[in-house]
């Protein structure tokens, strides 16, 4: 059963990176309007030409990097081997609590995302959660 849950796991995140991948590479404008406002959106947007092309080729392959995670999330899914799936679990723990920390202690203090890093950070908790949950159920079910 724990490798049903592992499957699971690894799609919604694989689905919710493939996703918003895909609209940072595409709809790059409307998602910063939607998640920032109109007022930071036009800050992260850039001020000169120069700046607007550097900032939108940056979004453009962070977007494709998401993109490639989630692919590789995909495939991940398909492992059957549990051992495997304890070690990518606890890696992928570690990499939310990095990336809430880094949104605490770096990104807060960039004044035209200081106001959203709470909700950022919250939803690294969230997705680090989804895997402690599974390692817990995996100890259960290994234990029991």
Known sequence: MASFVFFLICTLHSAVAVTCGSLLMFCRDEILVFSHGKDHASKLLGSTPHDQLLIQTSDSFSG?????????????????????????????????????????????????????????????????????????????????
């Not at 990336?99 to 770096?106: D, L, Q, V």
């Not at 807060?108 to 200081?114: I, T």
Request: hydrophobic fraction near 60%; glycine fraction near 6%.
């Open 64 to 144: 494709l990097l998401l993109f490639a995670i989630g692919f590789l999330l995909f495939m991940v899914a398909f492992v059957k081997d549990r051992d495997f799936h304890n070690f990518f679990a606890r890696g992928c723990v570690v990499l939310h609590i990095t990336m809430a920390f880094w949104r605490i202690y770096f990104e807060r203090k960039v004044e035209d995302l200081g106001n959203d890093w709470l909700r950022l950070v919250l939803g690294d908790i969230v997705l680090g959660l989804s895997w402690v949950f599974f390692l817990v159920y995996s100890w259960r079910e290994k234990y029991d």
